[in-house]
């Protein structure tokens, strides 16, 4: 639901504003969506950020929010990042704390990396194999460290069922047998088949390293320990309010060839009220919005129409989907036919509309696979939603199919922080009411989501039928966009993403095909079965394709929109007035 986004360059139906010149660096309308605003290597100051939304978790291994990935690489190095460009070039891995990409042997089972020389940590001790080995092997520690995406052990574990660090008897504490450190520079990875994803799974925070000694399980995210240039202020995550993080001063530039680490401070301030922080944003007392989902309806009116606020404001595809997901678990919408009747039953266009319209809220929503994900197919609509309408015959037809002709009760389960997700729970309400579902809104806390939608127990003991919800990929592929969602291989306890819990074999087995298809075109072909297979078993209902209308502080130096997050990346971004 939450996860990293990889987003399409353009400004979408209002990118002519802009057409396809360059701005020359300066600010103007969408121009951080292909260039870099106001290039400066300035080093002063401090980035002033704001959220409406607190983090799941600052956990390199339990973070799973979008911003939360993006601002990890303030903190967190891994063996392999994203280059720090705007474009289609962001979305290319190169070395960071290693030293070159791996060597990969002839069967495609083996990756090798050596690590960089100089590497420490906040403290000032050494960065070593042992530690990268140490943080991945946290990911398996499902019953402390959960919430997080759990895509290694499916690649590394091989029938070893490695309990995570926590119950390891080995020792060191470095069990995992798949995973070796034959001394501090060299580790080496060994897969029990080839996998055309697997160098993006180590780019993902939950690859990065932990020092043993520093790690408190379930408790680490109150503190981690700090590879980046950044680390967090002494008692500077302050829950529901603030974060704060200061210079590292064991980090060496000259170890980092992504990160330029300009302000010489950083907050975050956490904020309940959505307009505030817009006023905030127009007023110039916050830099941006790190939830980077767009100003509210009234922000949004006065920037489009004001040509000097417009020249800070991009609207770039973010990659990400908006739906809600039906679950499979409460009835009846464990009757297909009852999920197709909220499908049919649901008016596209007031959804759009909720979310903020073409321009900032995206195009109307037809699958589950977003168009800069291969395989995806703009023309696939299979149940006619680009026609703007709600159905309501077809809807009737399969409310009687399902046993339910005069409809039925549910609840929709929606975060209460998300302006733009409780408007189209009400937009949802509202056309279901029109075929006699009877839908109730029940807001939660969405810091809680892990352990409350996305909980399967707690979803089915409270009747969440309908749960908004909103996804980006975590790596660009199919399979890192909808395995979580689809993969009944994906559902925990707690962290749950795969909101319809869907649990088809046949599914399963067309990930696992992809997975080893080391022929783009041909696992793009495997990834749109998927896609259809989704779409056939009605489990998602989807709203709108993205876009998002974010507004920049024109003090603010390399701001661009990153295509591996859908939003600008935090890291790059300086302030020209040293303040």
């Known amino acids: 639901m939450l996860g990293l986004t990889t987003a399409a360059c353009g400004g979408g139906s209002d990118s002519d ?40 978790s600052w956990d390199p291994a339990r973070g799973y929010y979008a911003f939360v990935w993006n601002l990890n690489r303030l903190y967190t190095r891994k063996l392999v990042e994203y280059s720090a460009v705007p474009g289609k070039a962001g979305l290319e891995l190169q070395p960071d704390l290693a030293e070159a990409l791996p060597t990969i042997s002839d069967d495609k089972l083996t990756y090798t990396f050596k690590l960089r020389s100089g590497l420490k940590w906040d403290d000032g001790a050494p960065i070593t194999s042992k530690d990268v080995k ?34 390891d008897t080995d ?60 680390m967090f202020k002494e008692g500077g995550i302050q829950p529901g309010k603030s974060v704060s993080w200061v210079r590292n001063p064991n980090w060496d530039q000259a170890t980092d060839p992504i990160r330029k680490a300009l302000p010489d ?28 989902t767009g100003v509210q309806a009234s922000a949004r009116t006065k920037v489009l129409t004001d040509p000097n606020m417009k020249a800070n404001a991009d609207t770039p595809t973010t990659g990400f989907l908006r739906y809600a997901g039906l679950a499979t678990s409460v009835a009846p919408l464990d009757n297909i036919e009852c999920r197709k009747a909220v499908i049919y039953a649901a008016d596209p266009t007031t959804l759009q509309t909720a979310r903020g319209g073409p321009i900032a809220g995206g195009d109307i929503g037809t699958s589950m696979l977003p168009p800069n994900i291969a395989g995806s197919d703009a023309k696939y609509d299979p149940f006619n939603r680009l026609q703007g309408k709600a159905q309501v015959d077809e809807a009737k037809k399969a409310l009687a199919a399902c046993g339910k002709p005069n409809g039925f009760d549910t609840i929709i389960a929606v975060r209460n922080n998300r302006e733009a997700e409780v408007k189209t729970s009400e937009a949802l309400q509202a056309a279901l009411k029109v075929v006699g579902i009877n839908a109730k809104i029940e807001q939660y806390d969405g810091a809680q989501q892990p352990s409350i939608t996305g909980a399967p127990d707690n979803v089915k003991r409270k009747g969440y039928g309908i749960i908004i ?33 869907i649990k088809d074999p046949a599914i399963d087995k067309l990930f696992d095909d992809a997975a080893g298809e080391t022929d783009a075109t041909k696992a793009a072909e495997i990834y749109s079965q998927i ?49």
């Open 17 to 56: 504003d802009k057409g396809s010149s360059s701005s020359g660096g300066k600010a103007a309308y969408n121009a951080a969506i292909t260039d870099v605003v106001n290039p400066s290597t300035t080093k002063g100051g401090t980035l002033n950020l704001w959220t409406s939304q607190d983090a799941d």
């Open 134 to 167: 140490y943080g991945i092997e946290r990911v398996w520690a499902s019953d402390a460290i959960n919430g997080g995406p759990v895509y290694l052990p499916g690649l590394l574990d091989q029938g070893q069922n490695y309990p995570g660090p926590y119950k």
């Open 171 to 230: 020792p060191n504490k470095l069990g995992l047998k798949s995973v070796t450190t034959p001394d501090d520079s060299t580790i080496t990875f060994k897969l029990q088949k080839p996998s055309s994803d697997f160098i993006y799974l180590l780019a993902m925070p939950g690859s990065g390293p932990v020092p043993q000694k520093r790690d408190t399980g379930a408790q680490y995210g109150s503190a981690p320990a700090a590879s980046g240039p950044y």
């Open 265 to 292: 401070a950083i907050n975050l301030t956490i904020t309940t009220n959505a307009e505030d922080l817009d006023a905030r944003l127009l007023a110039g007392t916050a830099d941006l919005d790190v939830g980077q």
């Open 469 to 501: 919800g909103g996804w980006g990929a975590d790596y660009p592929t199919g399979s890192g966009y909808m395995q979580p969602l689809a993969d009944s291989r994906f559902i925990p306890d707690n962290g749950n993403y795969n909101l319809a819990e």
């Open 531 to 579: 896609n259809h297979k989704i779409m056939e078993g009605a489990y998602y209902l989807p709203f709108v394709v993205d876009k998002a209308l974010n507004y920049r502080n024109p003090r603010l130096t390399n701001v661009y929109i990153h295509d591996a997050f859908g939003m600008v990346d935090f890291q790059a971004v300086g302030v020209s007035d040293g303040k």
